[in-house]
């Protein structure tokens, strides 16, 4: 490689003198392959038509989507057609229950269930119902006006069917720090 000399111009600017080198090959040889590539992108997306345009990707890409989401919508139907309400009383089925609520439910009820954000599960206060077939509704489609979300496309009906079976084993614990009571008293 032949070495460049450094040729600074002729003016000066607030004593800063400015440099006239080349710019390096590799670059030059990028930039007219970028110009290169910028002209044939042209030619084949907006001139000949040739490749697809935004709005005809957009459409494939719904038209994929579409058909991967109504299969997983039928799956989902399946899944929660036959959904047994339920309590479950196996203190396996019941542990795993706890540990779902640990996982998902403590931060708005509370380690103990004694609520927090959402309402205290220790009592026998229930804002929309208790027992196992109102519990599980509620765990299945939430109460977005409460701040409940729904968990259907978060656990498996056999999961919910598990904490909300915990759920129910909460009633009557008593914990510390429990919140007041809120909703009726329901019983079975």
């Known amino acids: ?3 460049v000399e450094d040729k600074i111009l002729d003016h000066n600017y607030d004593g800063i003198q400015e440099y006239d080198n080349p710019l ?10 970028t110009l290169i590539w910028g002209v044939v992108y042209m030619l084949y997306y907006h001139v000949a038509f040739i490749g697809p345009n935004q709005h005809e990707e957009y459409l494939a890409e719904f038209k994929q989507t579409g058909a991967e989401a109504e299969a997983l919508a039928l799956k989902m139907k399946k899944m ?14 019941i542990d ?23 309402p205290n599960l220790t009592d026998k206060y229930w804002i ?19 701040g409940m979300i729904s968990w259907k496309p978060m656990l498996t009906p056999e999961q919910i069917q598990k904490v909300s079976s915990f759920v129910l084993t909460l009633q009557g614990t008593n914990p510390q720090n ?3 009571p809120q909703g009726e008293i329901w019983e079975q």
């Open 1 to 3: 490689m032949a070495k």
């Open 24 to 33: 390096p090959r590799w670059w030059v040889y990028l930039f007219i392959i």
């Open 80 to 93: 929660w057609e036959n959904v047994k309400f339920i309590a479950l009383t196996d203190q396996k089925d």
């Open 96 to 118: 795993e229950g706890k540990s779902i609520f640990l996982k998902n439910c403590v931060s708005c009820h509370g380690a103990a269930g004694e609520g927090g954000i959402g």
């Open 128 to 146: 929309h119902g208790g027992g196992i077939e109102n519990v599980m509704k509620i765990v299945i489609n939430g109460v977005p006006e409460k």
């Open 178 to 180: 429990a919140k007041a």
